[in-house]
């Protein structure tokens, strides 16, 4: 799978993951959203999806995706987007920017298709609140967006007030299987 599928998969989910990462967050928290394939043009490589209230999404497959030949009409396909956990806080400057990681893409054995797409990414944020029982941190990135991320340890969230800009670190992950 290449960015180009991410994002599209992704957006499918976006109306609940969005929502979602305005809400507080707790550990484990997971976004989950199931389409059933409604057509597919095998020639274009493109998959109608259709939700739950009936609005249907057309997604392009690459060449990436392996066992595309193996979707059929009918199959439900469900799509985790699993929150965002912050690895790393530090202020701008403090500590060297860590590179950004490709997707790394883990495919989901069997006949079926399915794979978990993750990549690794650090931004500098305003922080907007900490709640420090999940823990966790809402922030304001660059371009506007607020999101909330769970910490993965408390200590990094040692000296931090809201208002700082800080640098964090942080993974996403989306995970796709069909039925």
Do not use: W
């Given at each position: 799978?290449?960015?180009?599928?991410?994002a599209?998969?992704?957006?499918?989910v976006?109306?609940?993951?969005s929502s979602?990462?305005?809400?507080?967050?707790?550990?484990g928290a997971a976004v989950?959203?199931t389409f059933?394939?409604?057509?597919i043009d095998?020639?274009?490589?493109?998959?109608?999806l259709?939700d739950?209230?009936?609005i249907?999404?057309?997604?392009?497959c690459?060449?990436?995706?392996?066992?595309?030949?193996a979707?059929?009409?009918?199959?439900?396909?469900t799509?985790?987007?699993?929150?965002?956990?912050?690895?790393q806080?530090?202020k701008?400057?403090?500590?060297?920017?860590?590179?950004?990681?490709?997707?790394?893409?883990?495919?989901?054995?069997?006949?079926?298709?399915g794979?978990?797409?993750?990549?690794?990414?650090?931004?500098?944020?305003?922080v907007?609140?900490?709640?420090?029982?999940?823990?966790?941190?809402?922030?304001?990135?660059?371009?506007?967006?607020?999101?909330?991320?769970?910490?993965?340890?408390?200590?990094?969230?040692?000296?931090?007030?809201?208002g700082?800009?800080v640098q964090?670190?942080?993974?996403?992950?989306?995970?796709?299987?069909?039925?």
């Amino acid at each position: 799978m290449t960015r180009t599928i991410i994002a599209a998969m992704a957006a499918l989910v976006l109306t609940a993951a969005s929502s979602a990462a305005q809400k507080p967050l707790s550990q484990g928290a997971a976004v989950s959203e199931t389409f059933t394939i409604e057509a597919i043009d095998s020639k274009a490589r493109i998959v109608s999806l259709k939700d739950k209230d009936g609005i249907v999404e057309d997604v392009y497959c690459p060449p990436e995706v392996k066992r595309f030949d193996a979707l059929k009409v009918g199959d439900k396909v469900t799509f985790r987007y699993y929150e965002s956990v912050v690895y790393q806080i530090h202020k701008p400057g403090s500590a060297p920017e860590s590179p950004s990681s490709g997707p790394a893409i883990t495919r989901t054995p069997g006949t079926k298709p399915g794979a978990t797409v993750s990549e690794q990414m650090t931004a500098t944020v305003t922080v907007n609140a900490i709640d420090m029982k999940v823990p966790s941190v809402t922030i304001t990135a660059a371009d506007g967006r607020k999101m909330s991320f769970r910490v993965e340890n408390p200590k990094n969230l040692a000296g931090v007030k809201v208002g700082d800009k800080v640098q964090i670190t942080y993974t996403q992950a989306l995970a796709i299987s069909v039925q």
